[in-house]
C-alpha cells in the first residue's frame, strides 16, 4: 500500500531471484494452515510476487491494491486484483483461510486506521485460519523508517503488533525477525547475523555518510544498501 513511485520501481534480477524464494519459503511455513483450493486475501500484492507462488500451487488468490496503475500491471500477469483502499477490507465475513499483508501496516494514518484493519481481519477470516504480517521494525530503523518512503505514518514494532492483533481477538501464534527479504525462519544464526548487520548498519545511517556519498555520486548505491538490509517481522495470527 505504498506510494506509486515506490511500487512501480524497477527491482534488478537478484532481488526477483531473492524475492521468490522468500515466497516459497513463506507458503512452506504457512502450509499447515492453508490447502489446494483455499482462498487467500494479499492486502498490497506489490510486484505479485507472492501472487505467482499462490497461483502455481492452485490457491484461490485475490489481491487488494489501490493503485490502478499497479493493478493494470498484475493483471498483465494474470493475478486477480480488486481496487479498493483498505480499510475496510472488500471481502465477505469468514470467507478468507490466509490473509497477508507485507508492507502495509506502516502506511496507514494512525492507530485508529491500524484497529479498524485488526478489526477487519478478524471479520474476514474463517476461524481456525491465519492472518500474516510483515512490517519494517522501527526500533532498528529508527529515521529511515521514514525515509524509506515518505507514506510510512503508523510505527510498527513487535509489541506494537502483537498488542494490536490480541486486542482484536487474534491468537499470536509466531514472531519471526528477518533482514530484507533473505529468510523467513529466524535460527540462531541468522539471529546472529542481524544483530551484527543491525551494528554495522548504524554508520551507514549516520547524516555524515549521506554527505560522504553525495560528495562521491553515490546516493543511489547507499539507497540501495540501506534499504537492502532493513529488519523487518513476520507476526503470525490466528483466528479462534
Known sequence: ???????????????????KKFCIDLLNKLSPFIKEGDKIVEIGPGQGDFAIECNDRKLDYIGIEPSDALRNELKKKG?????????PIPVEDECCDLLIA???????????????????INRVLKKGKCVCIIVPNYIT?????????YTHSYITTKIRVTNLLRDAGLSVVDVQHIMGWFWVESSFFHNVLRHVINVLMVPVHWGITTWF?????????LWKVRKTFVESIIVTAQKQ
Do not use: R, T, W
Open 1 to 19: 500500500m505504498s506510494s506509486e513511485s515506490y511500487q512501480m520501481e524497477q527491482p534488478s534480477g537478484m532481488y526477483f531471484k531473492i524475492k
Open 79 to 87: 493475478i486477480n486484483v480488486k481496487v479498493a483502499l483498505v480499510p
Open 102 to 120: 507485507s508492507a502495509m501496516l506502516e502506511h496507514l494514518p494512525s492507530h485508529v486506521e491500524a484497529i479498524k484493519f485488526a478489526n477487519e
Open 141 to 149: 530503523s529508527k529515521e529511515y523508517f521514514y525515509e524509506m518512503d
Open 213 to 221: 556519498c553525495k560528495y562521491l555520486g553515490m546516493e543511489v548505491l
